[in-house]
């Protein structure tokens, strides 16, 4: 698909960039909250937590190690952000897109509110778009080439997101449903992505066995936050003016564009990207999830909407 010529030089400068505003500013703020909580479960590393699932306690456990200082608890988040200015810009080029369109997908990535603000505490909320878009971006190659093994890959992704955070699973089904609404779903009659789904599995399943073993608190817990009425509800205009702001009003035009690119004749053959945006909004929105659940899977839009 590509064309164009991959600016190592812009993508090293950009993401550089990113690194580099999180490493000198991750002094400025004291300790969050949730970065207190996450340091007490890196000491006490278990298969899962109440409220949230074990990797963010083996990052912390990391940064424990290294002095447990606001520089030394944040950079994991830092470089995550990195990667994912980095791995846009990739997306961006293997669309087809020039020098222009993969600095402008990396520029989005890099200014976008919610972004400069989950890479700048230690949260799974940082990691969670470079497992979601390593899928996509794997997706994307799948499409291009044709190599089902990559299938592999997504399942390997998948299963770290899983144990990232919870709430991967409603990507993953919004995934497969967009899979069994476009021609991709011929995939399904080949053995890969049953495989990464078991490699997924395989990767998830200690969590599994700690929350069967514990009687699925984590269940428990989402359940008296859901009859707690914790979380604020959106209307539906509510919802997407969120979206809005959180990306920046700026930002809008182009993530929009890329949706739209995704869906019409140029740009049909990714319309599973689409689909998996659409299906997945949808879900959120009807299962009352909060304004920034949606957040990770808007890199690709970015992407996308450089292409165009």
Request: net charge positive; aromatic share 14%.
């Amino acid at each position: 698909m590509q064309s164009s010529t991959f600016d190592r030089r812009l993508l090293f400068g950009l993401s550089g960039v990113k690194l580099l505003v999180h490493v000198l500013l991750a002094g400025r703020y004291g300790y969050f909250r949730d970065e207190l909580y996450f340091l007490d479960c890196g000491r006490h590393l278990d298969w899962g937590y109440v409220d949230h699932a074990p990797l963010i306690g083996l990052v912390s456990r990391l940064a424990l190690m290294l002095g447990g200082s606001l520089h030394a608890l944040r950079i994991f988040s830092a470089v995550a952000g990195a990667l994912l200015v980095a791995l846009m810009m990739l997306m961006a080029w293997r669309l087809g897109a020039g020098r222009f369109g993969q600095g402008l997908a990396g520029l989005a990535v890099l200014a976008a509110p919610i972004y400069l603000g989950v890479d700048s505490i230690l949260s799974m909320n940082a990691f969670e778009p470079l497992f979601w878009m390593g899928c996509v971006y794997l997706l994307i190659r799948i499409v291009q080439t044709g190599n089902s093994r990559l299938w592999i890959g997504i399942g390997a992704l998948a299963g770290l997101g899983l144990m990232n955070k919870h709430s991967s699973v409603f990507f993953l089904a919004a995934l497969a449903i967009a899979v069994l609404l476009t021609p991709l779903r011929a995939e399904l009659r080949k053995p890969w992505p049953w495989v990464a789904a078991a490699v997924a599995l395989l990767i998830f399943l200690p969590n599994v066995v700690w929350q069967i073993a514990h009687g699925f608190p984590t269940l428990e817990d989402l359940q008296n936050v859901a009859r707690e009425g914790k979380n604020v509800v959106l209307g539906p205009v509510e919802f997407i003016v969120q979206q809005i702001i959180l990306l920046h009003p700026v930002l809008f035009p182009l993530w929009l564009a890329g949706l739209v690119w995704l869906f019409a004749w140029f740009g049909g053959r990714y319309r599973v990207l689409g689909w998996t945006f659409i299906v997945l909004a949808v879900a959120l929105f009807v299962m009352k999830g909060k304004n920034y659940y949606l957040a990770p899977i808007y890199p690709m839009l970015f992407a996308a909407g450089a292409r165009w």
